[in-house]
């Protein structure tokens, strides 16, 4: 375990090297990528079986969190301090990797898709002339996030945050000939700083009350009521505008279907299973935080993931891009994420997090399959492809029901358990709400799906074909994944606790299964399948039909609820006034009288005062004179 | 006859001088007058030199000896002073210091 930092160096060394070596080496250097971050996952394997045989104080990094909390451990070294040896006000600042259950399943995770993603990008990139630079910032984006993952204080994990947010910038805008990636980079990237500002304070803020960017202090501090109720719980809202900004949470979610701009590759990797759950990550990572005094900010987690989770699914419905519906559906999933930290369900969130980052990887990949074999995206133009891309079909089919909770397959049991979570926890309005986003995740899963891959084979689609075996077998592990991944979540007396009792930190929580939940999901995933069916399948019900019957909301569905245009009107109405005014103050005041002033007085005060020069002898002589009769009358007057 | 009368005499002289270096036109006439304003010094030393004679650490000698002092300086000085005004007139033509305005803004 105390190798798991070379898991992101790997990746950190790759990117660079592709950079200066890669135009020499075969394939531009795409494989130094691949080959960094399978041994990252080589490595994970050997962290996490080393994980498994470690005890509190053996090795001696290693403790429990708390009389029933998981064993965490903490590698740290110094990297500097400030202040003397000792001293109070000293600054010791370390960098290190922390190792516990929520760590491994994130790690796992990572390097798993991002492993997959590598290798179907050499399929789906081939022949693009900037091969060599899109493998080294995916090479440096594994590392950043592998760093966000492992970092064990706040510092590291604010550097790592930023450098995931500008390697997602320079992927979004790969395409930067195309004007609408410029503007979807530009765009992801500001977004995200807006919440960035937001988790930087909270950073400085838990500095303040804690003396050090430590984790394990400030949640310790955070428990024991060593911070007070209003800090921890500002301190927690302000981590929170951070995760919502990466996660894109309402209302910061505008950025992430613009997103789509960039290659899918990256789409699948960055913006559906690691980046954007980073802000999951964190809230889960400061659960303490969030968790101390009865929970109050985490009301507000549950709030923001729920708006987020309805509006996203309404959207997502309506899309015709096949990559945009997916995006929503990410942003949708998220904000379940989100939901479930916030009633509560840390267990629910992760295992989540974990099923829909295999499934939404797939998913994406798929759509980038069919994007590739018909370079179509828009769904309206696709139908029946089966037949002719029948790999890509099963595998999208089966992330789509993963995803839309059919059981057995792995996002049924997670969504199950953010359900149980949600009714246990929260207000019954809550459970409500979020069984309607889970019979809208199912019936988008489902349309997609159905007019995709199912119906008649359109015309002009004859040409497509099934992607190469380099792109399809990525897309087979991870459907492997995707549809077997929930069995992990059950107990298994005597032999395996249960993911439950493996990730959750306050006690064993042992797999529970809710059967009047259960069935309720079972019943709407079904449903939402069953309805799409009549509409996209059979055809017997026409979405004409429904656009006749509510124009309105079908039209502000249609229209994302307007957040692009009140965006715009804010920026436009507000920010562009604001930033005016401030131009004309920096003008006027800034540059005109504080910095031309004291110039220009200088300036006056020297061509004035230069008149006395007259360059006579006899006028210095005078001013002599009355210089030192002054001077003898000063010492008279002084004198008497 | 009481110390009085010479620095009375050292007085106006140096007033005459004073006047002369701030009244004339001519550099020449300037360098007298400075002659006149160290004259009156010189007077004025002596004099008091001779008055003091005897009085606590004073010997009669000091005033003397600064004298002589001034008068070596000023004829360097006098010389240097003459010298200035030579190559001022022949690169001017003119020893009016009105006209030597070279130091003006």
């Known amino acids: 375990m105390e190798w798991a930092w070379l898991i992101p160096v790997m990746s950190f060394v790759a990117a660079p090297l592709i950079v200066i070596a890669g135009p020499k080496l075969p394939g531009k250097g795409s494989f130094v990528a691949i080959l960094a971050i399978a041994a990252g996952f080589v490595l994970f394997w050997v962290v996490f079986s080393e994980f498994l045989g470690a005890s509190s104080g053996s090795p001696p990094e290693c403790t429990l969190a708390s009389d029933h909390g998981p064993l965490v451990c903490d590698y740290d070294v110094q990297w500097f301090q400030a202040g003397l040896d000792g001293s109070d006000d000293s600054v010791r600042l370390t960098w290190g990797t922390l190792i516990d259950p929520l760590t491994i399943a994130m790690l796992g995770l990572v390097t798993f898709v991002a492993l997959m993603v590598q290798i179907y990008s050499l399929g789906y990139m081939k022949g693009d002339p900037r091969l060599g630079w899109y493998f080294a910032v995916h090479a440096m984006f594994a590392g950043s996030m592998l760093t966000l993952i492992l970092a064990d204080n706040f510092l590291l994990l604010y550097v790592a945050w930023e450098l995931v947010g500008i390697c997602s910038y320079l992927l979004i805008g790969f395409w930067h000939e195309r004007p609408a990636a410029r503007e979807a980079a530009k765009k992801a990237f500001i977004v995200t700083r ?39 719980t500002t ?8 995760a919502m900004g990466k996660s894109a949470q309402f209302p910061f979610h505008v950025w992430l279907p613009d997103a789509m701009e960039g290659p899918t590759p990256v789409s699948a990797l960055i913006h559906a299973a690691t980046m954007v759950v980073a802000g999951v990550y964190l809230v889960a990572r400061a ?10 900010a985490l009301l507000v987690v549950a709030a923001v993931g729920l708006v987020t989770a309805l509006l996203s699914a309404a959207i997502a419905i309506v899309s015709v891009d096949l990559k945009r519906i997916l995006a929503y559906s990410t942003i949708s999933h998220l904000g379940l994420m989100m939901l479930s930290l916030g009633a509560f369900g840390y267990t629910a969130a992760i295992f989540h997090l974990l099923a829909h980052g295999f499934a939404k990887a797939l998913l994406f990949l798929g759509a980038g399959s069919v994007m590739h074999g018909t370079e ?13 891309m029948p790999v890509t079909a099963i595998v999208f089919s089966i992330g789509a029901l993963s995803l839309g909770g059919i059981p057995i397959l792995a996002g049924f049991w997670s969504k199950d358990e953010i359900l149980n979570a949600v009714s246990q926890n929260r207000n019954p309005v809550f459970i409500v709400l979020t069984l309607m986003v889970a ?17 008649q084979l359109r015309q002009g689609l004859d040409h497509a074909h099934e992607s190469p075996m380099v792109m399809t077998l990525p897309m087979v592990f991870l459907a492997i994944l995707a549809a077997g991944f929930g069995l992990i979540s059950f107990n298994w007396p005597g032999v395996y606790i249960g993911f439950g009792g493996f990730v959750f930190f306050r006690e064993s929580e042992p797999f529970h299964f809710n059967w009047l939940i259960g069935i309720i999901s079972i019943v709407l995933a079904l449903g939402g399948f069953w309805l799409a069916s009549l509409f996209y399948l059979r055809e017997r019900i026409s979405t004409n039909s429904i656009q006749r019957r509510i124009p309105w909301l079908v039209d502000a569905i249609e229209k994302k609820f307007y957040f692009d245009e009140i965006y715009q009107w804010i920026v436009n109405r507000v920010v ?3 930033s005016r005014f401030i131009a004309v103050f920096d003008r006027a005041f800034v540059n005109d009288v504080a910095v031309n002033g004291p110039a220009y007085t200088v300036r006056r005060l020297g061509v004035t005062l230069r008149l006395h020069v007259t360059g006579h002898v006899y006028s210095y002589a005078l001013a002599m004179v009355l210089g030192s009769v002054g001077l003898i009358i000063f010492w008279w007057v002084r004198s008497v | 006859m009481p110390l009085l009368y010479f620095q009375l005499v050292s007085a106006g002289l140096f007033a005459i001088g004073l006047y002369g270096v701030l009244a004339r036109r001519s550099s020449v006439l300037i360098v007298m007058s400075i002659e006149l304003m160290l004259n009156a010094v010189n007077i004025n030393l002596i004099a008091a030199a001779s008055h003091m004679e005897g009085l606590g650490k004073f010997n009669g000698f000091d005033g003397q000896i600064i004298a002589i002092f001034v008068i070596t300086v000023a004829a360097a000085e006098v010389g240097l002073g003459l010298a200035i005004i030579l190559r001022m007139y022949r690169q001017r033509g003119t020893v009016n210091v009105d006209e030597i305005d070279l130091m003006k803004w």
């Open chain 1, 576 to 578: 562009f006034v604001i």
């Open chain 1, 376 to 388: 179509e995206q828009d769904i309206r133009q696709m139908g029946g492809l089966v037949k002719v």
């Open chain 1, 439 to 455: 019979f809208m995740s199912a019936f988008y899963m489902a349309r997609a799906m159905f007019v995709v891959f199912f119906g």
């Open chain 1, 194 to 232: 807006i919440g960035d500002v937001g988790l930087l304070v909270g950073i400085l803020l838990l500095w303040r009350e804690v003396g050090t960017f430590s984790m394990s202090a400030a949640f310790q501090a955070a428990t024991s009521g060593a911070m007070s109720e209003g800090v921890t």
């Open chain 1, 287 to 296: 659960f303490p935080i969030f968790q101390a005094y009865d929970g109050d």
């Open chain 1, 235 to 242: 301190a927690a809202l302000l981590l929170l505008l951070g």
